[in-house]
């Protein structure tokens, strides 16, 4: 559960709907119209004067609706965009900046030269589908030396240069002298997206408790999270009759487990001054995995077959996305109701699971599916 799903649901214009709207509006034409002339009238859909209270209700309507939206954006519960921004200046916030991703570059001469042979900071590389990266620095290849590695960023900030492997990064973009070709030799990573609406709100949320000096749950929670847009999720568990606590951290992708490089750059960011530890001793730790698998058959309406091809895609990319959805927090219980409900969303009429069974998750753990079994299992009736 979300920490604004304990406070009460705000309704500006309290259920106000275009059709209530019309409705209301319509009475009260009949009402004054009766009071006025002493004549009841009921207006047929057709009727010049019906046509023009239902085309004001329309347009009325949408005032509500900005009405209902000006109000739910000045509350943290709903606020998103440039709305929520102005809400985190209150508390002198900001969102965390979307970073690039990084690569090593290795860039090969056609042969050895008989002096330096510089690679100029800026220099672009990309890859087959033409998204570029650029050297952070100058390279300087040595007399005599075929090969220099240097570091480079990509040019769009985000996830989107995350994930490409060794040798994927090859497509020299600038002419450089002597240099034959060029291949990367990580896998780039590190780049994050803007701070999304969600971890803003909860960062906003949480700022409070950032003014103690007390050691607080949420007050580590805070600071640890503002070191790292990878941190999607914190766990805190201070140990019996002792003053050390563990820092059980959530990375932002598919294992949830993050690096020595990574926790050494979460460190340096951490502003201890502001976070003073005193007395406790925080051991961050990965997540432990509770391994389950999910195995399920599922049928389809025989009123549905002319959607098969679509419904079967839409299952499996259910499971799929019930798979991410676990594995997104720590502590998340494994539930196969939410297995089916996801599944039933997408076109199945009915689910049968023979894994997982309900497992319950300690807040130092993460589910991790090791296998996945979807079957089509037939058609029904309606």
Not at 117 to 130: D, F, L, M, Y
Not at 160 to 176: E, F, S
Not at 206 to 212: F, I, N, V
Request: charged share 30%; with cysteine.
């Amino acid at each position: 559960m979300g920490v604004f799903d304990s406070y009460p649901k705000v309704d500006f214009i309290e259920g106000m709907t275009a059709e209530k709207l019309e409705a209301e509006m319509l009475s009260a034409f009949q009402r004054k119209r009766k009071e006025l002339t002493g004549v009841e009238e009921a207006l047929p859909q057709s009727d010049d004067r019906r046509i023009i209270l239902a085309t004001c209700a329309y347009y009325l309507f949408h005032a509500y609706e900005q009405i209902d939206f000006s109000g739910k954006m000045g509350l943290l519960k709903y606020s998103k965009g440039a709305f929520l921004d102005n809400l985190g200046a209150f508390k002198g916030l900001q969102r965390l900046k979307a970073k690039k991703a990084i690569s090593t570059l290795r860039f090969t001469l056609s042969g050895v030269q008989a002096t330096n042979s510089i690679v100029p900071k800026g220099t672009k590389v990309s890859t087959e589908a033409g998204l570029t990266f650029e050297t952070v620095k100058e390279l300087t290849i040595g007399r005599g030396e075929l090969t220099g590695d240097v570091d480079a960023e990509c040019r769009v900030p985000g996830v989107i240069g995350n994930g490409y492997k060794a040798r994927t990064i090859t497509k020299l973009v600038d002419n450089i002298p002597f240099v034959q070709s060029v291949q990367n030799t990580t896998e780039s990573s590190g780049g994050v997206d803007l701070e999304s609406d969600d971890d803003f709100r909860e960062r906003i949320y949480l700022y409070p408790d950032s003014y103690t000096n007390g050691g607080t749950k949420r007050s580590y929670e805070y600071w640890i999270k503002k070191a790292s847009q990878h941190i999607k999720d914190v766990y805190l568990g201070k140990r019996p009759n002792s003053t050390d606590i563990d820092v059980v951290l959530l990375w932002d992708n598919e294992t949830g487990q993050y690096s020595d490089n990574d926790l050494a750059e979460v460190k340096a960011a951490i502003d201890w001054d502001k976070m003073p530890v005193f007395t406790d001793t925080l051991n961050f730790r990965k997540p432990a995995a509770r391994n389950y698998s999910v195995e399920l058959g599922y049928y389809l309406y025989e009123s549905d077959k002319y959607r098969e091809a679509e419904i079967k895609k839409a299952v499996e990319e259910a499971v799929k996305d019930y798979v991410t959805w676990q594995r997104s927090k720590l502590g998340r219980d494994i539930n196969q109701n939410e297995l089916v409900r996801r599944c039933m969303v997408s076109g199945a009429k009915r689910v049968v699971v023979m894994n997982p069974n309900f497992i319950t998750i300690n807040g130092n753990e993460i589910a991790n599916c090791t296998s996945m079994s979807v079957t089509f299992k037939g058609w029904e009736d309606d």
